[in-house]
């Protein structure tokens, strides 16, 4: 069974940082890319940044680059997400993803 289980949400600062982490499960994760996304309050969930099964190649939304970065662990099974220079349009539930399997989500607040 596929299972994701992200964490490392919280309330932060505007220009500070956090780091999200999501576990993998139940699958060959070493061969998978894999997709961060999230979704604000009353707003679609939407595409934040994607890593190749090796994490070579990476990829964001215009909206987070330059302060967001996705990196993979392939020997613990986890995908991270270092998020610097917080904004408070950043607050969102974060859920990391591959195919159709979602993660549960993890709560992020930027706000004074």
């Known amino acids: 069974e596929v299972q994701l289980v992200e964490s490392g949400g919280g309330l932060v600062q505007p220009g500070g940082s956090l780091r999200l982490s999501c576990a993998a499960f139940?699958?060959?994760?070493?061969?998978?890319?894999m997709g961060w996304f999230r979704q604000a309050p009353g707003k679609e969930r939407e595409f934040v940044g994607g890593?190749?099964?090796?994490?070579?190649?990476?990829y964001y939304a215009d909206s987070v680059k330059g302060r967001f970065a996705i990196s993979r662990d392939n020997a613990e099974n986890t995908v991270y997400l270092q998020m610097d220079n917080l904004k408070p349009e950043d607050t969102a539930v974060y859920y990391c993803?591959?195919?159709?399997?979602w993660g549960q989500g993890t709560q992020v607040t930027v706000s004074s």
């Open positions: 890593i190749s099964w090796s994490g070579g190649i990476t």
């Open positions: 139940g699958f060959t994760f070493s061969n998978s890319a």
């Open positions: 993803n591959i195919g159709t399997y």
